[in-house]
């Protein structure tokens, strides 16, 4: 069975730095890419990047560019989303989500974690 | 950008009853669409992609259909689990992925 379990719920402080994580499990992590995705209180999913972890090759979403880093661990089949310095506006949930289809052009989430929920606040 | 647009924001359908849903690119996306299901306090979950495929363990009463701008999401039989939001997600060229604001369907 195919699953992305994510670390837990995080509060922060403006400023600080936080890295969560995905850890695939029941296919092999490093053949699918995995997406970020934001979803703020009550709006709708954006999608932020993706990392395959096969080669830590990423691409990001011009609108989190800079924003946002992502980075693999294949060895313990985990990706990773962090902020260098968070701000109050990045409270929200996350979810990673695998994209397996690439060769054939299907550019869909099949498999997604249970999120993150990240809170910012002084 | 392609923009994607959901329409109605909130559906109200009594249990039993037919909804559709439906979703207009900004310009063509060809097959290239994808509906996602999320409950309140859940993670999306795939419904349909390429338009029209139902994903792995879906049933039946979930049929998508469209192609081009113009795409709609169905379910034949509303059942109490399917109260959710629906998105739909347009995939036609890497990495310029969109998905829709929406749509709440409700109990009526």
């Known amino acids: 069975e195919v699953q992305l379990v994510q670390s837990g719920a995080e509060v922060r402080r403006p400023g600080e730095s936080l890295k969560i994580s995905c850890k695939g499990s029941?296919?092999?992590?490093?053949?699918?890419?995995i997406g970020w995705v934001r979803q703020m209180a009550g709006k709708g999913l954006e999608w932020m990047g993706i990392?395959?972890?096969?080669?830590?090759?990423?691409r990001y979403s011009p609108s989190f560019q800079g924003q946002v880093t992502m980075s693999a661990d294949k060895s313990i089949s985990t990706a990773y989303l962090q902020w260098s310095s968070l701000r109050a506006s990045d409270s929200a949930m996350y979810y990673c989500?695998?994209?397996?289809?690439?060769?054939?052009?299907?550019?869909?989430?099949?498999?997604w974690g249970q999120g993150t929920q990240v809170f910012v606040s002084s | 950008e392609i923009v994607m647009t959901q329409s109605p924001a909130t559906l109200s359908v009594s249990p039993g009853e037919r909804a559709t849903l439906s979703c207009r690119a900004s310009?063509?996306?060809?097959?290239?669409l994808a509906w996602y299901q999320q409950k309140p306090g859940q993670a999306p979950r795939l419904l349909i992609y390429?338009?029209?495929t139902r994903a792995t363990g879906i049933p039946a009463r979930f049929r998508g259909s469209g192609s081009g701008t113009e795409f709609s999401l169905t379910i034949s039989s509303l059942q109490s689990e399917d109260f959710a939001v629906y998105y739909c997600?347009?995939?036609?060229?890497?990495?310029?992925?969109?998905f829709g604001q929406g749509t709440k369907v409700e109990i009526k």
């Open positions: 997600q347009q995939y036609n060229y890497w990495l310029t992925w969109t």
């Open positions: 990392i395959y972890p096969g080669d830590s090759a990423t």
């Open positions: 310009q063509t996306v060809s097959s290239n």
């Open positions: 989500a695998r994209l397996c289809h690439v060769p054939a052009a299907e550019y869909y989430f099949d498999y």
């Open positions: 390429g338009a029209s």
């Open positions: 029941g296919y092999s992590f490093n053949t699918c890419w």
